[in-house]
Nanobody, 123 residues
Framework: QVQLVESGGGLVQAGGSLRLSCAASGRTISTYNMGWFRQAPGKEREFVASITWSRGETTYADSVKGRFTISRDNAKNTMYLQMNSLKPEDTAVYYC????????????????WGQGTQVTVSS
């Protein structure tokens, strides 16, 4: 089992930045593909970004490409999401997830999920 805990959310003005962290415990995440998802009020959860365990290959949703950066530090068993140039439409609860299979992760079928952290961007 892998326990995931997100942190770093908060209230920020449009154009600002936040850095989310996803700390893992229970098992090492070094062999897990990791990803970020978000869910805004009244909307379905959507994929934000992912990073593979083997080569660190990253994938982003078009809506965040060029503004968000996903990274991981396997030594610290932690994944990050650097969010720059934030927009009000980025407001959501952000979740981290882990999966042994990248296609499952990107499809939103991660094996392990965190409890989420709220990000609110004011205009």
């Amino acid at each position: 089992q892998v326990q995931l805990v997100e942190s770093g959310g908060g209230l920020v003005q449009a154009g600002g930045s936040l850095r989310l962290s996803c700390a893992a415990s229970g098992r090492t995440i070094s062999t897990y593909n990791m990803g970020w998802f978000r869910q805004a009020p009244g909307k379905e959860r959507e994929f934000v970004a992912s990073i593979t365990w083997s080569r660190g290959e990253t994938t982003y949703a078009d809506s965040v490409k060029g503004r968000f950066t996903i990274s991981r530090d396997n030594a610290k068993n932690t994944m990050y999401l650097q969010m720059n140039s934030l927009k009000p439409e980025d407001t959501a609860v952000y979740y981290c997830a882990a999966s042994g299979l990248i296609w499952r992760l990107r499809a939103g079928a991660g094996e392990f999920w965190g409890q989420g952290t709220q990000v609110t961007v004011s205009s």
